[in-house]
């Protein structure tokens, strides 16, 4: 489907419906948040049913989230020692002389992790063979690591690059692009040419692509840059003669870290995708990089994001392409690159392919993580601050939601139950972003605050508080198997940790209906509510430091 | 991963669809009981809590295995006998009606030791207790002479003399004083060598210093009174004005205002009641600073066009008005509250209801309810009287929060229900003190400071136990 994905250009009834799209996010979050309010001031008897039964319905979503998580968790522990070369090997091997039938199942010798990888790996070859689109031969697959880079410097930039250099074949398959903002401090744009110079060699081609500023149709984005730099990768790939079906494009942010054997398992994902063509590689986000040393609630909320990536990844039908993550440069070049003139790049490039193939298009999870930094401005308040600016860039992905309901209006080609099913998703994503904590905190507790006479003196009066506690009290089972996975997932601390540190760091789960609230609830409350007023934001980018190099 | 997700989504579905009108139901009260004559119905419930906790609960013949702070939940509409019985109490009872989804909240139940503990504080044998009302302090008198006269801190705990051993003003005797709501600062008029005298003075620990107003007064003044917020300044009423009178600079500025029949100072704002009936606020100039809503209907008619009236100001527009024969009226519908005889008022602000008394009952006003005349049915805030007391009345207090009422008659201190219900006990006398003097209760503390009845020592008896913050069940 042919449809223009930007709010720029548009005219007449797609202007109009446009812009009460984008009004209908922020003004159904103030309706619920302001409308159980008023029923809580008018009708505390409904609005305590109403808070109840919705008390309820937050809590058994919490414990189903709660087992995907661990689920999913552990499949990415299992994972983690899996030899994704090895199986490459065993995929290129097969796709030499794919079989007729199913391998027979036969017992793997080895550890759990072993056995399950290859049981997992058994059926990604039936899938393959059923399939009948068998991959090209790895040695073919080159990637293309784009690194947007606006205001990072150096020493921000070097830890992902040098992670990169440590890939199996770097030098063979790698092509790494240091996408140069040309408004980038001189100081900044020094430093990564620089960079550049100093791990020449160590790719099969590493340059910089400095992307100038006022390119008409842009905006100051991430995207903007990433596209300049895929569109002069593109040219390079032309002129090597590589077809663009056989490169995986990443983009990764400035300060993104990748796991060693990152490469690996994503070259094997995308040679196991029967659609290869047409799918991202989601891996799991982690905020590694300078995670101690950043104050407790950072910590705490990006953990929380990890999680929710975690628990994301357990259902790949409404998977959604979140921060750095990796594609077909085919598609990317098929459905025009990135938004240039959006801040939710990362996620916008998922909807602009799944309207551009009519549906056709998903996003495939990768139990691999990939290390990021969490926001640190170094003193608590001033990090406070630029999280609050973070969430609301993150939360800003409410940018999408008119695009999506404006194409998915339009859009006949793709079913009907595919668009109402991602389409309530990513609206109801934004609206509960925006309004549960504030339900959940403080507007579920008025009906008691200003108990009229008549409502104080009814059995729901009562009742109410206790139930919510209730609710609460098993709400905190999920708290603490999140607490048990977030000690588990966290890396070894460089200085020595006391028992009494360890047992802080558990207990700053307990800031979570506050940091929920003021650096999750809030910004996203603003984002749409700033979208829905039609002021809106630009790219900011946000203050990342680090005194150590990151865990590994 | 995707058929374990579906499989579980569905489970909780049909959980959540379960679950929520199950609980709902329980939440207002619904309960299922099998058989003909029971199924669905809809009960009420009894919150209990008292001060102090742990009280054993009957309900009837059966007695429920938690105590007191507690829900008596599933109970079917009806009447019950409520019983609480704690050791070293006085039981508690009372018959409690329970509605369909309705709660019966007794949550500030004070159960009343079988003796009340006290504990002297001052030796001695004090002739009167003078309360600064609304204050910690209050004075004791041992004599006649301003020497002989001690003040009390209730909140420090501590005593000192009225006066510094030098001062000249110890010789002076006693005639009677003027105290002021709120404020620790007193008007005394004593006889010393000079004569009658008005002495104005600040009971400060160490640093009292009387100061003789007297050539600032006229010989009789009707009423007096200053503002505890803003003690620089008298107000003093006689004949038909008001002069101010500021002590410290020795200034006085008569006829302040003028035809005027009663006044009170509330909020840094002066009230006063002109003789056509209408109610104006002054400011400090005098000036008027308009007048209270309801004014139209609060005419000469009801107030006449003689007397004067003692104000009391409840909130910024209402306004009691007690007259010399203790008729008491309100500045709003139904204006006539009581037709005579209220000797004392004892306001509680914050819950909007006053404690008010005549020679032999007593009586909560509540205005928290019928504040809007809709129509001719509308009947506005009456008075209910609540108790008798052929010993007469004294002196009474709120008690735990608006929940009980303190009195004191000419020698008995006994404890009663704000809101007595059916089953509840008359009254209940705590101890005896020494006839005629006053007493004084500390709702902070939950002490009541008294003089014994056969020493004449001061004493404190516990009235209100120290009790958790949070008691709710």
New interface residues.
Partial sequence: MTFHFSRHGLAGREAALQRACEILPGATSWAILLGTLLLACWQPVAA??VV??FA??WL??L??LT??LV?SYLRLSLERETDWLALIRDVDAFCASPPQAAAPPRAAAGSLRRRYAAWMHRRQLDALRRSGRLPPPSADIRHLIIVPVAQEPREVVEPGLVSLARQPLASQQLVVVLALEARAPAAVAAGIRALCDAYQGRFLRLWVETHPTGVPGEARVKGANASWAAAAAERYFAAQQIPPARVIVSCFDADTVVSDEYCSGLTYAFLTCPARTRASFQPIPVYHNNIWEVPGFARVLDIGASFFQLVEA????KLVTFSSHSMSFQALMEVGYWPVDMISDDSSIFWKAFIHYDGDYRVVPMYITLSMDVVNAGRWWKTALHVYKQKRRWAWGVENVPLVLRAFLRARRIPLYDRWRLGFKLFEGHIAWATWPWLLTLIGWVPAFLAWREF?????????PR?TSTIFGLASLSLATTIVLSLCLLPRNPVRESLRHKIGHACEWLLIPLTSLFLGALPALDAQTRLMLGRHLEFWVSDKRRSRPPSS | MLFLRKLLFYLFLIAYLALCPLTLLYAMGYLFRPGAEHGVMQTGLIALSTVPPGASIYLGDRRYTHTTPALLRDLLPGDYPVRLLLKNYRPWARTVAVGDGQSTALEHILLVPAVVPATTLLPGRFEELIPLPDTPRFLLTAGPRLGDVTVYDAKEARSWPLLPAESPWREARLLSWTTMRGSTTLLLHVRGREGQRWVWIEPRRGEARPEDVTDLLPPSPRQLAWDPLHEQSLFVWQEDHVDRVEPAARAVYPHWTEEVRGCALWDKTMYVLKPDGRLLRLDREGREAGGLAGEAAFDRALVGTQGWYQLEILAHETVLLQGARGDLLINRFPFRLVDGGVRGLAPDPQRERVLLWQQNRLGVLDLSHGAVRTGEADAGPVVSWICESPAGIEQAFWVYEGSQALVRDQEAVWLVDAAPGPGAPERQVLLRVKSGSDVVYAEETGLLYYLDRSTGALAAAEILPKRPILARP
Avoid: G, K, Q
Avoid at chain 1, 314 to 317: A, G, H, S, V
């Fill in positions: 305590a049913v109840i039964a309820l319905y058994l979503r414990l189903y087992i995907f689920l357990t259902n790949p039908e104080s003196s009814t059995v729901l009066y009562y009742s109410a139930i």
